[in-house]
């Protein structure tokens, strides 16, 4: 395998903040091309109610800014909900779909420790996979 090309993980500032709009929809971008144009999902499904709230977080390379990977967290009771994970067909196999969730494990670490929510190091996670790519989350 080729090395991978230089990237950068941003965080998409939270609701309120300059800058969330514009790095949302680029996040939105990846996966309409990954979940509607190759998997053939509906498009009007594709942004639902947590996007509103959700932190997002894109995979950019540089010095391009081209955007190549997301990944989103929804807060809810007591726990986080890892989802819509796509990273475009291109750049797969480069560790990027790893590096994002361990992007969004370290934003969830902060999150817990932040409002209370976790003690010590443990915050309940749980990831919404489609069936294939099970394998994926288990490592
Ligand atoms: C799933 C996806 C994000 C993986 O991205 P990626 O950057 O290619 O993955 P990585 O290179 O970080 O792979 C990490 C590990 O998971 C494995 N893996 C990658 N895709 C996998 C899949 N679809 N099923 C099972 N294992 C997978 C890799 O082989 C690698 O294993 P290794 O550690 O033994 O080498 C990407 O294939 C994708 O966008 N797929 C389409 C959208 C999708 O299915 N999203 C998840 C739905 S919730």
Known sequence: MSSPPAYEIITVPPVGQPGR???RQQCYDVRIDVFHRE???PLDTEIDEYDEEATHILLRLVPSLKPVGTIRCVKLKDYYKLSRLAVLKDYR???FGAALVQSLHDH???DARASGLAASDAAKVI????IPVKGFYGK
């Open 108 to 110: 969830v670490k902060a």
């Open 127 to 130: 990831a919404h996979s489609q």
């Open 39 to 41: 998997q053939g999902f």
């Open 93 to 95: 196999k480069y560790r």
């Open 21 to 23: 709009e514009e790095l």
